[in-house]
């Protein structure tokens, strides 16, 4: 069952198509990712979803509803985090709450809310006070006061340590757990490959993949990294011979090279047969991350 509907999505800034026709559904229960590059069109395509902004063409459906001219319900299903600059620094973490929950007409009982967020300690603590990962756990509670069915994050864990991020991640897979829909615009891989169902990555305002992460990765060209240091490093026309998807040197010399089983073989091939010996060599599964940039190559460039 869809929650979120978009057919056809089209929304220009200045003559310029930011979005240009994204059709995508949600599935209820489910995390969904949004990926993209800098600039993609991914916020644009959540807040027409929000009904914060009005789309110039395509249809926008959230639990059957028009996000614009049912503005009121829709607002009472679907919770958004709040951008940073929203919460006065001054403002109390029990304040904050209060005044959100005086904003929806069934709101969520914020104390079993901030127990599970790890927030009943903080409550007349200062926004401006908290920890990053605090400011987000409070967003999050803030996200899930209306007690909606489906919760949109952006960018949660921008800005937050690697400890944070990973506590930020088990509190979305427990939101998901406790019944409610994700909608979630990551730019991190390891984000997106851990936590959702599906991704749907959006390039130059469309949609350039959508599939499961390991679908996508499945999808790829490459499906196997092989990286190593070469006693003597191995020119382009050497490597252009050989069946790889691509490759790339890093510092210390390190090669890194995309391809499949047959690459690897070939590789290894060649190696013997140059006599080049190898050290820290490391074959592993491609990632999202290849699979991503794979998808999103001319970003590089631009
Ligand atoms: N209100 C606006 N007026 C004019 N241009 C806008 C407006 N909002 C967004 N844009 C432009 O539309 C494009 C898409 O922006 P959007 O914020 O949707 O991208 P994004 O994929 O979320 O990027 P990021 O990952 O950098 O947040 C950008 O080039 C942006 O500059």
Redesign the pocket.
């Known amino acids: 069952m869809a929650i979120i509907e978009v057919s056809g999505l089209r929304k220009r800034?200045?003559g310029?198509p930011?979005?240009d026709g994204v059709t995508f559904s949600v599935d209820e229960g489910e995390i969904f990712g949004i990926l993209?590059?800098?600039?993609?069109?991914?916020?644009?395509?959540v807040?027409c979803v929000e009904g914060l902004r009005v789309p110039d063409e395509g249809q926008i459906r959230v639990g059957g509803l028009d996000p614009l001219a049912d503005r009121r319900e829709v607002t009472e299903l679907l919770g958004a985090q709040l951008q940073q600059s929203a919460l006065q620094p001054k403002i109390t973490v029990r304040e904050a709450l209060e005044l959100y929950a005086s904003f929806y007409r069934r709101p969520a009982a914020w104390q079993p809310l901030v127990e599970r967020l790890g927030l009943a300690e903080r409550l007349d603590v200062r926004f401006g006070k908290l920890s990053g990962g605090q400011q987000q756990r409070l967003f999050i509670a803030l996200a899930l006061i209306g007690n909606p069915r489906v919760v949109v994050l952006d960018?949660l864990t921008t800005g937050l340590d690697p400890h944070g991020r990973r506590e930020t991640w088990q509190l979305i897979e427990e939101v998901r757990d406790s019944g409610v829909t994700v909608l979630l615009?990551t730019?991190f891989m390891e984000e997106a490959q851990r936590l959702c169902d599906r991704v749907a990555v959006?390039d130059r305002?469309r949609v350039a993949a959508l599939d499961t992460p390991d679908g996508l990765i499945g999808r790829s060209a490459a499906s196997t990294v092989i990286s190593f240091v070469p006693s003597r490093p191995l020119s382009d026309d050497e490597l252009a011979g050989l069946p790889l998807v691509r490759w790339d040197r890093r510092k210390d010399d390190r090669l890194v090279i995309e391809g499949d089983d047959a690459s690897v073989n070939a590789v290894i091939a060649l190696l013997a047969r140059q006599r080049i010996t190898v050290r820290q060599l490391r074959v592993t599964d491609a990632t999202l991350d290849d699979a991503y940039l794979g998808l999103t190559a001319h970003a590089k460039e631009s």
């Open positions: 800034y200045g310029r930011v979005v993209g590059p800098n600039g993609a069109g991914k916020t644009t395509t807040e960018e615009v730019h959006i305002g």
